[in-house]
């Protein structure tokens, strides 16, 4: 046991200094241009669209052509998104025709179905383009659209109806009533790909709905359905890494990428993959790619992404302008604010990194992971900048007074800077209040046991918790390198050793320092 403690105390050190050295790679600088048929497509639309300003409609027939083509310019635009700026024009210009002159054919004939599905059709898709930046305009839009829909879906019995209506109660966070029309529709068309694709995104990004095993069920039917969609697959490997399961991730993402090397959602996520194993020189490329890929359609996530990997190397004013680009792109994303105050942290600019904190657990909804975000960076704060976050701490429970996140929270703050006592009544409570949060157990697991000295009474209940996290998060390393250090922390040498290897053979090497460096204390143990 003294022979292999050593061996692993070895690897331990290996890989933390490999995680933690600052690396510096040329950024990878290609550039995508617009597509020889992108411009094609816009040189045919374009007269076109003119063309129809100038016309004069006579008739309900010519009136409802020239509806609809305005409809399907504006639909053009917007999915090109030639114009990233807010307003996007041409797009904007085209559904607002579309919509005026629709609302003149059900004027006249109320009882068209026809009419109305595509005036809500035009709506939906005003409220795709508003929804960056024009937040209340867009939910306007969405809640046109469904009120338009309702007579149509009663009567055509459309998937595509279902569906579409689904997609506006999404973007209202209506989820149960978006949820029903999904299913509704695959009811209707069980072979159609798109829809399955979509409740498999449906069902493993919002919390309302969070069925992981659902997700990655629809996500298998969609690339059974249609093998070669590389975005299919990018859905898939976004539902497997809500279940943590890192290596279908990988899979997935290398799949879609053989199919299409710029499709940008799976170039983000391998980027995090990578990032998330700590080999920042090779994620770097893949964020790159991800952010070119949305030239059309600047995303957040792209930018993000980007971000941390850009501060993990050091490279902090080129964190700093990618987060900036986020928060411009989202201004009201409380979890870009935190990733941004970390950076700032990171530069002494703690003034800056208060007010991203303050504003992050502000924002609705709220971000309460902002308060424990920044901890590993400081080590420079000055005292006042530790008593601002206790309060900051204070202030998110008075606010969220039913919150098991806003306690876990608020315990590891407290934990962090040893006040052990208040720590373990604020982790009781978080437990009591979500007992089955998979992230809250573990992390309040691991503020207890990363540090050894607690009272037996805190880490029997970290040994519960993290157990209880790892059997819902089985295939998730980080869950089972808690469980394994719970183990330790507890006494139970052997079983931290076994849960341990477990933890390295789900992701060899991306928790190695710390799986091993637990690895050779409890080999030490036994001796």
Known sequence: ??????????LALETLEQL??????????????????????????????????????????????????????????LNLRTNPDEKNAP????????????????????????????????????GTLLS???????????????????????ESDSAWDYASRATCYRELKRYDESLADYRKAVELEPNNAHFHNTLCGLYSTWPAVHKRDRAVEHGQRAVELEPNNPKYYANLAYAYRWQGDFQAVREACAKALSLDTNQPDANRMMGEVLLREGNFDQALPFAHKAVQGNRHRPAMPVYKTRGEIYAKLGRFQEALADYNEAIELGPKQA???KSRAAVYCQVDQWDKALADITKAIELDPPDTNALTWCLPHLSNAPPSFHDELLKLGDRVIERLPDSGSAYAQRGMLLAHFERREQAFEDFTKAIDLTPDSAPLLRNTAWFVVRRPGWEAQAVDQALTSAQRASELRPKDAIFQNTLGVAHYRAGEF?????????????????????????????HWQLG
């Open 132 to 154: 960056p930046h024009r937040r209340r305009e867009a939910q306007q839009a969405y809640r046109t659209a469904i009120a338009l829909y309702e007579p149509v879906v009663l």
């Open 335 to 337: 979890w870009i604010r």
């Open 20 to 77: 933690y050295l600052p690396l510096a790679k040329d950024e990878f600088a290609e550039q995508i241009e617009l597509t020889e048929r992108d411009r094609r497509f816009l040189q045919k639309v374009q007269p076109f669209y003119e063309q129809l300003s100038a016309q004069k409609a006579d008739d309900p027939q010519m009136l409802f052509v020239q509806a609809h083509a305005y409809l399907r310019v504006g639909n053009i635009y």
């Open 91 to 126: 797009a904007e210009t085209a559904l607002r025709q579309a919509i005026d002159k629709f609302e003149q054919l059900i004027g006249e004939f109320p009882g068209n179905l026809t009419y109305r599905q595509r005036l809500a059709q035009s709506y939906r898709s005003l």
């Open 1 to 10: 046991h003294h022979q292999r403690a050593e061996a692993n105390l070895q």
């Open 494 to 522: 052997a079983q931290a050793i076994e849960t341990l290897q477990k933890a390295e053979k789900l992701s060899p090497d991306a928790y190695s320092g710390y799986n091993n460096l637990f690895l050779a204390m409890a």
